[in-house]
Each structure stands twice: as C-alpha cells, then as structure tokens.
C-alpha cells in the first residue's frame, strides 16, 4: 500500500488535533473570574467618577455602564440594580480611603525621632491631601444624598460607623508618639472636622490662601495639645 505525502500531512493534522485536545487547556475558569474581577472593578471605578461628575441623583446604571465601557448586559450581570451598585461602591469606597490615609500617613511619625513641629506640619498637609482625594469626594457625595435616601442611608451607616472606628484606630497606630489617648482621640476629631469642612467649601473665595492659614494655626494647636499631654502623662 502506497501512502501519499498528503495522507501523512493529514494523519499529521488528526495528530496535532488529537494532542491539543488531550494538552491541559489555559485554565477558563481562572480566566473568567480574572475578567469578572477587571470588569466589576472598572464598574466600580466608573461609579466614582459619576459621583464625581455628575452628582447621586444623575448617576444612572446606563451612565455608569457608559462610562465603564461595558455593555449594558455586563452592567446588569454584575449589579441588577442601582442600589446594588451603589451598596458596592460604598464597600469599596470603605477598603479604598482607609488604605489610602495608611499610605499618606505611615511614615510621618517615625517611632526613631521625635514628634516636632515640623512633624506635625506634616500629618496636617496629609490630612489635607486625604480629604480632596477623589475617593473622598465621591464618599461625600453618598453621605450628602444619604440625608434624604432612606435606602441608601440603610447601606451607608453601619459602613460608616466601622469606618470611624477603623480610622480611629490607624491614626493611633501611625501616631506611636501619642500615648495620651484621649488627647489623640481629640486632636483626631478636630483634624477631621475641620479638614472635611474645608474641602467640602468649594465656593469658598481664595480657598488655597485660606485652607493654608488654617492649616498652621491648626499645626501651631495640635503641637501644644501634643506637648500639654506629655506633661500630663
């Protein structure tokens, strides 16, 4: 029996075909939650910048989508409604600011030198940084709505109440100098008071001027709140 070359080329293909189907496949289901997760996290991303752009009331899940770049159907998939979407991004907002105040703030107090002035001076331009990061903003935003959205009042406040208590204690733990808790607990509150004023004041004439001043009287006041609590200790 004769066999031609194309017969070979041919039992070579039904080879080839053969092996590939027997070779381990790149892992699908790995692949589909990698892409699930890209895609819920650009959902999530997009919703910040609604919130930023466009304000609670105008973000929609077709604008969120839009701006997403995903299909309506991969929209519905992943958040079937607005408030699921919305549940989410205040999840996501919650991992997100608390990790960003660790990153800006983790390095000011070195436990090898001592808290001075200039220290200080320091974790007050962080704080300030911190409350115009967009995560911020578009928290805000949620609270703000949240005043007058039962159902999102519902989502936000458990979340908000963890939040405070989980910020509270990173800034004790990045502020190893402040051994008088109470005295920290108080310089924390009016930091954040005062910061979160100051940026949600975005009508405010020659705000840059004016948040700077604030922020040395407020350095010059934490410093004496910091040194009145060493001699009291």
Not at 61 to 77: D, E, K, P
Not at 83 to 88: D, I, K, L
Request: neutral net charge; hydrophobic residues 45%.
């Amino acid at each position: 029996m004769v066999i031609s070359i194309s017969d070979l080329e041919a039992q070579e293909s039904l080879d080839t075909a053969s092996k590939r189907k027997r070779r381990p496949q790149r892992n699908e289901k790995g692949w589909q939650a990698e892409k699930s997760a890209m895609t819920r996290s650009a959902i999530l991303e997009a919703t910040i910048r609604c919130l930023l752009e466009l304000g609670y009331a105008n973000t929609t899940t077709a604008l969120i989508a839009n701006y997403a770049g995903v299909s309506r159907g991969a929209m519905m998939h992943h958040f079937p409604s607005r408030m699921t979407v919305m549940r989410a991004v205040v999840d996501y907002l919650h991992m997100l600011r608390l990790q960003e105040y660790r990153d800006l703030m983790t390095d000011i107090d070195d436990p090898e030198r001592s808290l001075t002035r200039q220290v200080i001076s320091e974790s007050v331009e962080a704080a300030w940084q911190y409350v115009n990061l967009p995560s911020f903003l578009a928290y805000q935003e949620l609270l703000a709505a949240s005043r007058t959205d039962a159902e999102l009042r519902q989502v936000i406040e458990p979340v908000e109440k963890d939040f405070e208590k989980q910020f509270l204690d990173t800034a004790k733990a990045v502020f190893p100098h402040w051994q008088n808790l109470a005295r920290l607990e108080g310089a924390h509150d009016m930091v954040q008071f005062l910061m979160k004023g100051m940026a949600l004041s975005h009508m405010s004439v020659r705000k840059k001027a004016r948040a700077k001043r604030v922020m040395a009287y407020l350095t010059a006041i934490l410093y004496d709140i910091y040194q009145e609590a060493n001699l009291l200790e």
